[in-house]
């Protein structure tokens, strides 16, 4: 009799531990189904749908869908068009606010450019984090298949009846044992595996929001950049009016930068040689420009606001980008850089970090397209590297002007940039012709910024 008892509790703990295991059954196949649906979205989302040579009624309305999307863009666009050309029209010759416009709608795209590459780097941490939780289910896909098949197995196979065959007790007793220790291990898999599903599922909600975001912000940048663009053609067909001959002089000044060898040169022999840009040359001569900051706000000025020496810690850089390479470290050729690169994002904005006249504007050597200001009190700025530039000599800019704009890879010699894949803006200042460090004059954190 009391071996009987005994033999029964065998039964009823095998038993016991097979009804215990259909929770988990249930559980783990609804983890490997959800990672095998999650993991078919994702497929989906990433390869593109193989055509049927007969159009379905749902291929249709997509296509409708997208014609309407596209009208709605050319109508919004020809909108935008409009109303651009009537905001320009009640500009008119107003040159400060023209000014004021350029300047604002300048600071718009660039701070567009931040938001869009911020998001971009949020989304390609948060695909770089869903690849990781993928590769994981993935990774353990087949042991919890195997372990699942086992255990249904098991749970088709029940214990069998003890009075009938005492003989078999051994046999029950050692699936008792064999559940008894990897029931445990496999819940916690199955928690692990739900833990992990959950998390691929909010990271693809993440993912999805930040998306839409981005996309919201690049059709922002795409209108400012639109409206920039209008703004900027309206201020050189202005410049045009009141400087004759503008295209000779260009093509007169690249004619002479071909006969010089070095930066010092090309600056001299334009302020000397070049009627515009010797004219902008007096009038920073003449124009040292004031000491109050406050005078950077009016957008009438014709001359510095404050003078270059005087305005450390108050210059903006010129783009978004990272700073890869900075004054006095080495240029990779056994001499030190004169100035500071900065890694862009292509197509970014291009704004002047001070006031100053436009002495050379065009291609120059390894420099690219290469853009010289005349800051007054012996002070020049370059800037390289640009794809376009859209200042012409002898313009008088002001500070967080758009002057030019990056292309889609490198514009100057590798000597200048690390990556020649990637846009490289190149920034120097210069004090009676010597390289100087344009660190003290960069407004805090300006200097260390990570951007674009």
């Given at each position: 009799?009391?071996?009987?008892?005994?033999?029964?509790?065998?039964?009823?703990?095998?038993?016991?531990?097979?009804?215990?295991?259909?929770?988990?059954?249930?559980?783990?196949?609804?983890?490997?189904?959800?990672?095998?649906?999650?993991?078919?979205?994702?497929?989906?989302?990433?390869?593109?749908?193989?055509?049927?040579?007969?159009?379905?009624?749902?291929?249709?309305?997509?296509?409708?869908?997208?014609?309407?999307?596209?009208?709605?863009?050319?109508?919004?666009?020809?909108?935008?068009?409009?109303?651009?050309?009537?905001?320009?029209?009640?500009?008119?010759?107003?040159?400060?606010?023209?000014?004021?416009?350029?300047?604002?709608?300048?600071?718009?795209?660039?701070?567009?450019?931040?938001?869009?590459?911020?998001?971009?780097?949020?989304?390609?941490?948060?695909?770089?984090?869903?690849?990781?939780?993928?590769?994981?289910?993935?990774?353990?896909?087949?042991?919890?298949?195997?372990?699942?098949?086992?255990?249904?197995?098991?749970?088709?196979?029940?214990?069998?009846?003890?009075?009938?065959?005492?003989?078999?007790?051994?046999?029950?007793?050692?699936?008792?044992?064999?559940?008894?220790?990897?029931?445990?291990?496999?819940?916690?898999?199955?928690?692990?595996?739900?833990?992990?599903?959950?998390?691929?599922?909010?990271?693809?909600?993440?993912?999805?929001?930040?998306?839409?975001?981005?996309?919201?912000?690049?059709?922002?940048?795409?209108?400012?950049?639109?409206?920039?663009?209008?703004?900027?053609?309206?201020?050189?067909?202005?410049?045009?009016?009141?400087?004759?001959?503008?295209?000779?002089?260009?093509?007169?000044?690249?004619?002479?930068?071909?006969?010089?060898?070095?930066?010092?040169?090309?600056?001299?022999?334009?302020e000397q040689d070049v009627k515009s840009a010797a004219k902008a040359a007096a009038a920073a001569n003449q124009n040292a420009g004031r000491n109050d900051p406050a005078l950077l706000k009016d957008p009438k000025r014709t001359s510095p606001a404050i003078a270059f020496a005087s305005a450390k810690g108050l210059f903006k850089l010129p783009v978004n980008g990272t700073k890869v390479r900075d004054f006095g470290g080495s240029d990779g050729t056994g001499g030190v850089d004169k100035g500071i690169s900065l890694a862009t994002r292509p197509g970014a904005q291009v704004t002047t970090p001070c006031d100053g006249w436009v002495v050379y504007a065009g291609p120059f050597r390894s420099y690219g397209q290469l853009l010289i200001l005349?800051?007054?009190?012996?002070?020049?700025?370059?800037?390289?590297?640009?794809?376009?530039?859209?200042?012409?000599?002898?313009?008088?800019?002001?500070?967080?002007?758009?002057?030019?704009?990056?292309?889609?890879?490198?514009?100057?010699?590798?000597?200048?940039?690390?990556?020649?894949?990637?846009?490289?803006?190149?920034?120097?200042?210069?004090?009676?012709?010597?390289?100087?460090?344009?660190?003290?004059?960069?407004?805090?954190?300006?200097?260390?910024?990570?951007?674009?």
């Amino acid at each position: 009799m009391q071996k009987a008892r005994s033999l029964f509790s065998t039964r009823d703990a095998v038993r016991c531990g097979l009804i215990c295991c259909a929770p988990l059954i249930v559980a783990l196949q609804g983890a490997v189904a959800a990672s095998a649906q999650t993991t078919t979205a994702a497929t989906q989302n990433t390869t593109a749908p193989v055509q049927s040579p007969v159009p379905t009624a749902e291929a249709l309305q997509q296509h409708q869908q997208e014609l309407d999307a596209a009208r709605l863009q050319q109508k919004n666009s020809a909108e935008l068009q409009a109303k651009l050309k009537a905001e320009i029209a009640a500009i008119g010759e107003d040159r400060s606010k023209l000014n004021q416009q350029l300047i604002d709608v300048a600071s718009r795209v660039r701070d567009a450019e931040t938001h869009v590459s911020d998001a971009e780097a949020r989304l390609h941490t948060l695909d770089a984090h869903e690849q990781e939780i993928r590769g994981s289910l993935d990774a353990r896909r087949s042991e919890v298949i195997e372990v699942l098949a086992a255990l249904q197995r098991a749970g088709r196979r029940t214990p069998p009846a003890l009075l009938v065959r005492p003989e078999d007790a051994l046999q029950s007793l050692r699936t008792a044992m064999l559940l008894g220790a990897v029931v445990p291990e496999l819940r916690a898999r199955a928690e692990k595996l739900a833990t992990d599903l959950g998390e691929l599922v909010t990271v693809r909600k993440t993912i999805t929001d930040q998306r839409d975001h981005l996309a919201v912000d690049r059709d922002r940048l795409r209108d400012d950049q639109t409206r920039l663009s209008a703004l900027i053609d309206e201020r050189q067909r202005q410049q045009a009016g009141i400087q004759k001959d503008i295209d000779a002089e260009g093509a007169r000044a690249i004619a002479l930068a071909r006969q010089v060898d070095s930066l010092q040169g090309l600056i001299a022999k334009m302020e000397q040689d070049v009627k515009s840009a010797a004219k902008a040359a007096a009038a920073a001569n003449q124009n040292a420009g004031r000491n109050d900051p406050a005078l950077l706000k009016d957008p009438k000025r014709t001359s510095p606001a404050i003078a270059f020496a005087s305005a450390k810690g108050l210059f903006k850089l010129p783009v978004n980008g990272t700073k890869v390479r900075d004054f006095g470290g080495s240029d990779g050729t056994g001499g030190v850089d004169k100035g500071i690169s900065l890694a862009t994002r292509p197509g970014a904005q291009v704004t002047t970090p001070c006031d100053g006249w436009v002495v050379y504007a065009g291609p120059f050597r390894s420099y690219g397209q290469l853009l010289i200001l005349n800051a007054g009190g012996g002070y020049h700025v370059l800037i390289a590297g640009m794809e376009r530039i859209s200042v012409g000599i002898g313009q008088f800019v002001l500070a967080g002007e758009p002057v030019a704009t990056m292309g889609s890879t490198s514009q100057v010699a590798s000597i200048l940039a690390t990556n020649a894949s990637q846009p490289v803006l190149y920034v120097e200042f210069r004090k009676d012709g010597t390289p100087i460090d344009p660190g003290p004059w960069w407004a805090a954190n300006e200097g260390e910024k990570v951007r674009g």
